[in-house]
C-alpha cells in the first residue's frame, strides 16, 4: 500500500499529471511525507477501526478520546499523533484539527525518577508482591511496608461467570441485577453498581434494563452533570451503570436500609487487562467496614484470543473433571496439558 501511494505523490515544483488520483504536495514538505508517510497508513486504517463511545467520544467540541481500558475519563485536553486525530475527524466529516507534533516528553516513571530516594505514597493496589518488586526495581532503595485497613473489609466475591455469546452475558447480566435489586425472603432490595468496559455498552445495558429496572442512571462521561448521581445517597432497587470513570476514586454513598440488605453490590462486565483495574472495581463496595459483594460477568466474544482460549481450556478441562468413567491414565494426560497450556497463556 504504501508504494501505491508513492506512485501517486508528487512534490512541488513538477509537471502536472492527468491522473485525477494525483496528488501534489508543496517541496517543502518533501522531507516530513517520506519520514510520516508509513504511520500515516497505518493510522489511516487504524481509524476505520476505532468506534464512537469506545476509543473516542463526539462532543461539542469536537472527537474526543476516551480512556476506555483503565480510568474511563474523558481526556478533553488530549489529542492523538501522527495524523490519528485528523482520520477519525474525517471519517465522522468533522471540522479537521491542526496536527499536533510532540518535541519533548517525559514520562511519570522519568519525572519521579528525578527526586532520587525523597518519594513517599500509599496505593491501595500495589500491595502486592509482583507490583512491589516492580517498584523497587523502578525506584533504586525505595522501601514499602504494608498499613493494615482500620475496619476489617467485609466483601463477599460472587463466583465469576463467563458465557460465549454478547446476548447470554446481556441476559446474565440483566437476570443478577434483577435478582439484586428485588427482596427475597432472607434480605431486602439492594442498589446495583454495573461497570462496562465502554460507554457503548454501558448504554446497551442501560436500554436492555429498561422494563426490568425503572430506577437507572448512567455515569458514563465527565463532561456530564453527575452531582447528582454522585451526591446523594443510593436507595434499595436503584442501579448505576457506569465505565471505568466509576471505578477508581469515586466513593459511593449507600442508605442504611441498604446497608442493611447487605451493601452495595458491584457488577463488572468485562475482564481488565490490568488486575488493578479490577481491584478499584470492587473497592467501590465494602468500604469504612460496611458489607458489600461484587462479581465477574465476561463474555468470552469480548476477549482477545489468548483469554478466548485460556477460557475454553479451563471449560473442557471442568467437563472433564465431571466424567467419571473414562480411563484414569487418560484423563490425567489431559489434565497436565491443559495445565500446561493454561500456564503458557498465563505468562
Known amino acids: 500500500m504504501e508504494a501505491e501511494v508513492q506512485r501517486v505523490l508528487h512534490f512541488t515544483p513538477c509537471e502536472v499529471s492527468q491522473d485525477p488520483c494525483s496528488c501534489y504536495v508543496p517541496g517543502f514538505l518533501s522531507d516530513l511525507v517520506k519520514s510520516k508517510l508509513k504511520v500515516w497508513i497505518e493510522n489511516a486504517l487504524k481509524a476505520q477501526t476505532m468506534s464512537k463511545d469506545h476509543e473516542y467520544t463526539l462532543e461539542k467540541h469536537g472527537i474526543v478520546p476516551v480512556d476506555y481500558s483503565c480510568t474511563g475519563v474523558v481526556e478533553n485536553n488530549m ?3 501522527d495524523g490519528l486525530q485528523q482520520f477519525i475527524e474525517m ?7 491542526d496536527m499536533t507534533a510532540i518535541t ?14 525523597q518519594i513517599f505514597g500509599v496505593s491501595g493496589t500495589l ?17 514499602t511496608c504494608q498499613i493494615p485497613s482500620f475496619k476489617r473489609r467485609k466483601l463477599f466475591e460472587v ?27 432472607c434480605r431486602a432490595p439492594r442498589a446495583v453498581l454495573i461497570i ?6 454501558a448504554k446497551v445495558l442501560y436500554h436492555g434494563l429498561e422494563d426490568r429496572v425503572p430506577n437507572r442512571k448512567l455515569y458514563i462521561s465527565n463532561n456530564m452533570d453527575n452531582t447528582e448521581t454522585l451526591s446523594k445517597k443510593l436507595e434499595a432497587g436503584e442501579v448505576i451503570i457506569a465505565t471505568n470513570l466509576a471505578g477508581r476514586g469515586t466513593d459511593f454513598k449507600v442508605s442504611e436500609d441498604v446497608n442493611t440488605a ?8 468485562f475482564l481488565p487487562k490490568n488486575a488493578r483495574v479490577e481491584a478499584q472495581a470492587f473497592g467501590r463496595t465494602a468500604r469504612q467496614g460496611s458489607p458489600g459483594s461484587a462479581q465477574l460477568i465476561v463474555c468470552s466474544s469480548h476477549l482477545s484470543e489468548p483469554p478466548q482460549l485460556l477460557a475454553l481450556v479451563k471449560k473442557l478441562h471442568s ?5 467419571i468413567d473414562i480411563t484414569p491414565l487418560i484423563r490425567g494426560e489431559f489434565c497436565e496439558g491443559t495445565a500446561l497450556i493454561s500456564k503458557q497463556l498465563q505468562r
Not at 129 to 143: C, M, N, S, V, W
Not at 166 to 171: A, F, L, N, P, R
Open 127 to 143: 500491595g502486592q508482591q509482583a507490583e512491589t518488586e516492580t517498584l523497587q526495581k523502578i525506584y533504586e532503595g525505595i522501601k
Open 104 to 117: 519533548n516528553y517525559m514520562s511519570n516513571v522519568g519525572l519521579l525518577q528525578k527526586y532520587g530516594s
Open 262 to 269: 447487605g451493601g452495595l453490590f458491584v457488577l463488572q462486565t
Open 91 to 97: 471519517k465522522h466529516q468533522a471540522k479537521l484539527s
Open 196 to 201: 462496562c468496559e465502554t460507554i457503548n455498552r
Open 319 to 323: 467437563l472433564l473433571e465431571g466424567i
Open 159 to 185: 463466583e465469576g461467570v463467563i458465557v460465549d455469546d454478547e446476548t447470554e452475558w446481556m441476559d446474565k447480566i440483566c437476570n443478577v441485577v434483577t435478582e439484586q435489586v428485588n427482596p427475597t425472603p
Open 79 to 81: 489529542k492523538w499523533t
